[in-house]
């Protein structure tokens, strides 16, 4: 038989016992909580992943294929019945997919558009609230997409009672797509002004160059018509390659075989004057650049390098393999430059015959950003090197 002392000190042991085990539980239940975060961080987190999803298919700009993508990230950040993008001429994406009331839609963004105000519609008087989300008689709010002061579309989130809450998200979420509008319009720009820096360089080149080489080849029409013509066919060549109508890229290889006609065509003026070394690795030869980013160093070399000074003059082009880049560069031993005036030049604060170095440096850092620009060592009378960094894996940059 227990004493009663015993069962007392065994209902003790068993009540720590479970307090204990409750306690630790707690423990482990609040310690999981505060990893997975408040409700709040959790709400934000959500909200910023579903903008992450929604991003890429809005920055080639308000199009109908990005816009239906988008339309159901977005509607999920609303959390609203139906929601539907539109442009300035018509309805670009429902979400859920409708075709039906796009005339309805359209009738309250045209206010949106015309006032650049955003607007609320109530569920007309009478209306039951149940199932009022499902057609017209739902609430709605409109918000504009305003790029540049411009209003380009709006966005419209339906829901069976329009809250306050609802509003400013939609202001919000109009505001965000139209930054995403924005950024689109940037890389549009950015593609435009790349290929105007291009045709700017193609007309930097052709007057110097083609008058400079037509003089040579004239020159040897009589004394020595076999090496004329093979001088027409180079020439030919090279500007067929030079004013060529596609692709913002080229490969290291194909660029090289244009210098090669380039000094060809040189040598024809320069003679033994112009002394030419490469030293290539054959593992960057497939490297993808910006098309017309070596020639015009080449020819800065032999113009600004060799031209002005007396004598025979050395340009050595090396390309060698460091991992994930490509090193590519252009020395010479010519007059050199003053490192602060070129400074100034590079900056686009002076005018001056380096435009070539300017507008490979300018498109060189578009490209592949600030940390890829072109890197010059020199100074007066010690002849100038200029070395870039090529990423060599860059997807979606095609010859």
Known sequence: MVSPAVDIALIAAIAIITVA??????????????????????????????????????????????AAKAAGYLRGMLDSSRLVITDEAGVL?????????????MVLAGKVLESGRTQVYRRPPGTPADGAAEG?????????????????????????????????????????????????ELDASRTLLMEAEVRALRAQISPHF???????????????????R????????????????????????????????YLLLERARFG????????????????????????????NAVRHGLEAREGPGHITITG????????????????????????????????????????VDSRLRQVYGDDHGLVIETAPGAGTLITMRIPKFQPGHEV
């Open 21 to 66: 085990v409750v306690s630790l539980v707690g423990f482990k239940l609040s310690r999981s909580s505060r990893e997975l975060g408040s409700e709040a961080e959790l709400a934000t987190y959500n909200t910023l992943h579903t903008a992450g999803l929604a991003g890429p298919h809005l920055r080639r700009g308000l199009t109908p294929e990005g």
């Open 93 to 105: 994406a429902w979400d859920p997919q409708t075709e039906d009331h796009d005339a309805d839609a």
């Open 136 to 184: 017209l008689a739902a609430e709605a709010v409109f918000s504009p997409i305003r790029v540049q002061e411009r209003v380009v579309g709006t966005i419209g989130a339906y829901s069976a009672q329009v809250k306050p809450s609802l509003v400013r998200a939609t202001n919000e979420v109009a505001a965000w797509v139209a930054t995403q509008i924005e950024l689109a």
């Open 272 to 299: 033994e004057r112009l002394k030419v070394s490469l030293q290539i690795g054959p593992e960057v030869l497939s490297t993808v650049i910006p098309f017309l980013s070596l020639q015009p160093l080449v020819e």
């Open 210 to 228: 083609i008058y400079n080489s037509l003089n040579a080849i004239a020159s040897y029409i009589l004394t020595d018509p076999v090496r004329a």
């Open 230 to 261: 093979e001088l027409v066919i180079e020439f030919a060549d090279f500007t067929r390659y030079s004013f060529r109508r596609h692709g913002d890229f080229t490969t290291v290889a194909e660029e090289l075989r244009s210098i090669d006609r």
């Open 320 to 359: 060698r393999d460091d991992g994930e880049y490509a090193v590519l560069g252009i020395e010479d031993d010519g007059v050199g430059m003053d490192p602060e005036r070129l400074r100034q030049m590079l900056a686009g604060h002076t005018a001056g015959d380096h435009v070539g170095l300017r507008n």
